[in-house]
């Protein structure tokens, strides 16, 4: 091949290169744009929390359903009153919920407790959203939780749109309401009190 023509053939695969490499570029763009979007807006990539009917804590025959929150966004937070960590975190939440003033939707779901110890340790943090009694952790199971505090955030298709190991942090339930599709509600101050029941 004469040396002209072999400088056009190098040229020419040169540019194929080029163009190779600028749209392997571009599709991995798009995928962690994608990627980005589906984990902060919670879409069809993000798993369904699983359903869950619960007798409520403190009796009553009432029940808690997560099929009675369809169409909104819910945080969903395990705990039990034996719980260390949960000693902190539950009036953490319970001030949360209160400073929210009804635009954030909590369930709790003691698990593996006593009812008795459940509703003392409720009563004395303050809990005023509803809490389901999970004894025999048969729903905590289902959310894949063998440790506990942790904390889900559903958007208003139930799907999981953030979780938390460990005691949440305002900080967290900030981000995390915000996955939700929600404005953050202002954590109210340590030194707030609440005197509603769980249950409610």
Same mark, same amino acid.
């Given at each position: 091949?004469?040396?002209?023509?072999?400088?056009?053939?190098?040229?020419?695969?040169?540019?194929?290169?080029?163009?190779?490499?600028?749209?392997?570029?571009?599709?991995?763009?798009?995928?962690?744009?994608?990627?980005?979007?589906?984990?902060?807006?919670?879409? /069809?990539?993000?798993?369904?929390?699983?359903?869950?009917?619960?007798?409520?804590?403190?009796?009553?025959?009432?029940?808690?359903?997560?099929?009675?929150?369809?169409?909104?966004?819910?945080?969903?937070?395990?705990?039990?009153?034996?719980?260390?960590?949960?000693?902190? #975190?539950?009036?953490?939440? /319970?001030?949360?919920?209160?400073?929210?003033?009804?635009?954030?939707?909590?369930?709790?779901?003691?698990?593996?407790?006593?009812?008795?110890? /459940? #509703?003392?340790?409720?009563?004395?943090?303050?809990?005023?959203?509803?809490?389901?009694?999970?004894?025999?952790?048969?729903?905590?199971?289902?959310?894949?939780?063998?440790?506990?505090?942790?904390?889900?955030?559903?958007?208003?298709?139930?799907?999981?749109?953030?979780?938390?190991?460990?005691?949440?942090?305002?900080? #967290?339930?900030?981000?995390?309401?915000?996955?939700?599709?929600?404005?953050?509600?202002?954590?109210?101050?340590?030194?707030?009190?609440?005197?509603?029941?769980?249950?409610?």
């Amino acid at each position: 091949m004469p040396l002209g023509a072999q400088a056009a053939s190098v040229r020419r695969m040169a540019r194929q290169h080029k163009v190779a490499s600028a749209v392997i570029a571009v599709c991995v763009a798009a995928v962690v744009a994608v990627s980005t979007v589906a984990a902060t807006s919670g879409t /069809a990539t993000s798993p369904a929390a699983p359903a869950f009917t619960l007798s409520a804590l403190g009796g009553s025959n009432s029940h808690v359903s997560l099929a009675a929150y369809a169409g909104r966004p819910v945080i969903v937070n395990f705990f039990a009153s034996w719980c260390v960590p949960c000693r902190k #975190e539950t009036p953490l939440m /319970a001030r949360f919920y209160r400073s929210a003033h009804g635009t954030v939707d909590v369930i709790g779901i003691d698990t593996n407790d006593s009812q008795t110890a /459940a #509703e003392t340790f409720t009563r004395s943090t303050g809990v005023s959203y509803p809490v389901a009694f999970d004894p025999a952790a048969k729903t905590a199971g289902a959310f894949g939780v063998v440790a506990i505090p942790q904390t889900f955030f559903l958007n208003a298709e139930h799907r999981i749109v953030d979780r938390i190991y460990g005691a949440v942090t305002a900080a #967290e339930l900030a981000k995390g309401v915000a996955r939700m599709g929600k404005s953050a509600a202002p954590v109210a101050s340590a030194s707030t009190r609440g005197s509603g029941r769980n249950g409610s």
